[in-house]
């Protein structure tokens, strides 16, 4: 299976999310989305990167943009995390992983020499026409959402200028 490149359709989904409801990729069309995809909940990578896309939310939604963290935890341990951090973004349960299966983002890890399977940390910038505008894989948490809302900044500029 191929991976995803930039210009191809994002592969669509509809999960449930915390508060129990659903969110879907069809019903955010027309607009940016930064859908961010992270180990677990609670973890100390996966925490400093949701409270930064939370601290920088009101400057992706000036943008127009729609910020969606992604795991494979379940929507009340979502409910958990985002409650004890303070977290205003949207947090998506994929407990069967078969949007980060989609993604190809389901990859052999090493972590102490022991080999096992998990969610790479990506980050993938959606453009309003439902096509990868830009990737970033293994991604480095510190600065990262800073990085994402100026490559959405750009996006915004480009497509104003269209």
Request: glycine share 8%; charged share 30%.
């Amino acid at each position: 299976m191929a991976d995803l490149n930039v210009g191809d359709l994002a592969p669509q989904f509809d999960l449930p999310r915390d508060g129990g409801c659903s969110l879907s990729l069809a019903s955010l069309l027309g607009k940016p989305v930064v859908l961010y995809f992270y180990p677990q909940d609670d973890t100390t990578g996966c925490t400093n990167e949701a409270i930064g896309f939370s601290q920088l939310k009101p400057e992706f939604e000036k943008l127009g943009a729609a910020v969606i963290g992604l795991s494979p935890d379940s929507v009340r341990k979502h409910d958990k995390f985002k409650s004890k951090y303070d977290l205003t973004i949207d947090l998506v349960a994929d407990e069967e992983r078969k949007v980060i299966e989609a993604y190809h983002l389901w990859v052999e890890k090493k972590l102490y020499g022991r080999r096992y399977m998990g969610v790479e940390r990506a980050t993938f910038l959606i453009g309003g026409d439902g096509r990868i505008a830009r990737i970033w894989r293994n991604v480095r948490v510190k600065g990262h959402a800073e990085a994402v809302l100026e490559a959405v900044r750009a996006l915004t500029a480009t497509s104003a200028e269209a």
